[in-house]
Structure formats: C-alpha cells, structure tokens
C-alpha cells in the first residue's frame, strides 16, 4: 500500500511519514507525538516559572527557530529544565520566553559531560577498589603468647 505524503513536523521540522510514526495534528499541521511531549513540557515549566509573563506563541516561536538552526528539542527541554528547575534560576527577567537557551546550552552539555564521565568512573572501578585489602598478613611473635600455667586440680595427699 502506497504511504500518504510525507509531512514535516512542526516542531522539530524532520519529514516524516504518517504511517511510520506516532504524531499528533495541530491545526493543519503535524507533528512527532515525542516532539509534542517535549514541548508540552517546556510550555509547562515556563508557564509554571513566568506566570502572568509567560507567552505561548513567543515559546513556540522559539523553539521553532532554535530547532532550525539545529539544536534538537530534546536538549532544548533538558537545557531550560536544567536552568529554571534544578538549578532555580530566576524567571522574572527572561519575558515570558525561553531566549536564554543558546547562551545556557553550553555550560548545560558541560556539565552533561561531567556527570557522564563521572558515572562511567564509578562503573569502571570495581568495588574492592574502594576496600583496602590488608598488605601483609600478621603474624604474632611466640614469645608474646603465654602459656596457660598449669592447674593442679587436686593434690594427692
Ligand atoms: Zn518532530
């Protein structure tokens, strides 16, 4: 059976197929179901952090130009969650939108990197790396053990 046209997602601006993905429409476009999520999740944070300031359609403008310009939305997500959630960066002056991403998004990949390769130190040593082994084995001098006295039990008369 012939596949329908392919269409670009609205977010990512990757072609897809219809049949081969899970996506969503919106309004006469579409769009990856996952890009949807991401997104949705950006929408959520910001509008949690920005309150009345938050703008909707500055956000979606973009997300839209940062991932024409390459930057994948997943780590535009992991960037903003990492900026305004974990490390509580104030909101106030960012506008309601999300123009910090490109001036954040390398010091987020640095420390992506850091915490990677630290993992991968911590799996690569093994356990009784962490556990001093005893170098050499005690020995304890004769003369430091006594012998026990001997004990009359009874004396015969
Ligand atoms: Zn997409």
């Given amino acids: 059976m012939a596949k329908k046209p392919q269409v670009i997602c609205l977010y990512c601006n990757n072609k897809f197929y219809r049949e081969d993905e899970e996506f969503e429409q919106i309004g006469r476009r579409y769009a990856h179901k996952k890009c949807v999520q991401e997104v949705d999740k950006i929408h959520q944070l910001m509008q949690e952090k920005c309150g009345e300031l938050y703008s909707k359609n500055k956000i979606d ?49 640095q420390e992506k990197i850091k915490k ?15 556990i001093d082994e005893p170098k050499k084995s005690y020995t304890i001098s004769k003369k430091y053990i006594k012998k026990p006295k001997r004990v009359k039990l009874f004396e015969l008369p």
């Fill in 61 to 109: 403008a973009q997300i839209n130009k940062f991932t024409k310009d390459g930057y994948e939305l997943e780590h535009i997500w992991e960037t903003i969650n990492w900026w305004f959630g974990i490390r509580g960066e104030d909101a106030s002056k960012a506008n309601g939108g999300i123009g910090i991403f490109p001036h954040v998004y390398p010091d987020y990949m």
């Fill in 116 to 130: 990677s390769k630290y993992k991968e130190v911590l799996q690569d040593q093994k356990i009784s790396d962490f």
